[in-house]
């Protein structure tokens, strides 16, 4: 069993940054993949940044690419999303996930664990 419990996010005008953290429990989390997904107001969830176990391995959107960044520090069992030169698009809440494998980490139905969520809001 994985607990996630995300921070971090805010109101920010366009062009700020961001970092949002993940928090997860349990001595388990260096074998899941992380990811971060979105979801607007009646949007559907969707793909943001995802990174393997080690840390090794990154993808993202087209979306964001260039301007966030995904890391971890499996010492203290926390994934981070470092989002820079917002948008108003990219307004949403940001949800943290756990998957066991690489292969389904692109997709939210892969994802066994999810956090509540943090509200991103990026003002024009």
């Known amino acids: 069993q994985v607990q996630l419990v995300e921070s971090g996010g805010g109101l920010v005008q366009t062009g700020g940054s961001l970092r949002l953290s993940c928090a997860a429990s349990?001595?388990?989390?260096?074998?899941?993949?992380m990811g971060w997904f979105r979801q607007a107001p009646g949007k559907e969830r969707e793909f943001v940044s995802t990174?393997?176990?080690?840390?090794?391995?990154?993808y993202y959107a087209d979306s964001v690419k260039g301007r966030f960044t995904i890391s971890r520090d499996n010492a203290k069992n926390t994934v981070y999303l470092q989002m820079n030169s917002l948008k108003p698009e990219d307004t949403a809440v940001y949800f943290c996930?756990?998957?066991?494998?690489?292969?389904?980490?692109?997709?939210?139905?892969?994802?066994?664990?999810w956090g509540q969520g943090a509200q991103v809001t990026v003002s024009s």
């Open positions: 990174i393997n176990s080690s840390g090794g391995t990154t």
């Open positions: 349990g001595r388990t989390f260096s074998r899941y993949s």
């Open positions: 996930g756990a998957v066991d494998g690489w292969s389904r980490a692109l997709t939210p139905r892969g994802y066994e664990y």
